[in-house]
């Protein structure tokens, strides 16, 4: 803290490169309470057989009966890269109409890609679906891919 004083240098949020490239999840904009655990990949998290009863059990056995009806998926963005923060939730596009938005926004200098997270209907949710995002400087093609982007066994932080 010393060292960095005169620079005004301070502690702030988690790297957001580094959060999303892992798949961490960004409560308030990632997700909310509006959302369940099956929507945004963390159903494994729920244990629907434990003997004690809890708020939600019946909402979430009949939601993951069903299934859901979106997705908080990954998302590459093609071109170059965007050096912006998606702090308005920009829009996900198929086929030139709305069908969701994106949560979350980066370029990763690792992988050389523009990485996002987005809401989209659960039948565009599959891996390889092309779409597109509209940013301030146009509409961009984009593909649903698999997360975490990188690391997906959480290696980085042992090394």
Request: no cysteine; net charge positive.
């Amino acid at each position: 803290m010393e060292a960095g004083k005169k620079y005004d240098i301070r502690p702030i949020a988690p790297s957001e490169i580094r959060r999303i490239e892992a798949g961490n999840l960004n409560y308030g904009s990632d997700m909310t309470l509006e959302n369940n655990p099956y929507e945004v990949d963390i159903g494994w998290l729920v244990d629907l057989d434990k003997k004690a009863d809890f708020i939600g059990r019946q909402a979430l056995k009949r939601i993951k009966k069903e299934g859901v009806r979106r997705k908080l998926v990954g998302l590459e963005i093609q071109g170059p890269p965007i050096h912006a923060w998606a702090t308005e939730f920009w829009d996900v596009k198929n086929r030139g109409k709305k069908i969701g938005h994106l949560t979350a926004l980066t370029y990763s200098p690792r992988l050389e890609k523009n990485l996002a997270y987005a809401w989209v209907p659960i039948g565009l949710a599959k891996l390889g679906t092309e779409l597109a995002v509209a940013t301030p400087s146009g509409d961009r093609p984009a593909k649903v891919v698999k997360k975490p982007f990188v690391d997906p066994k959480k290696n980085l932080p042992k090394s």
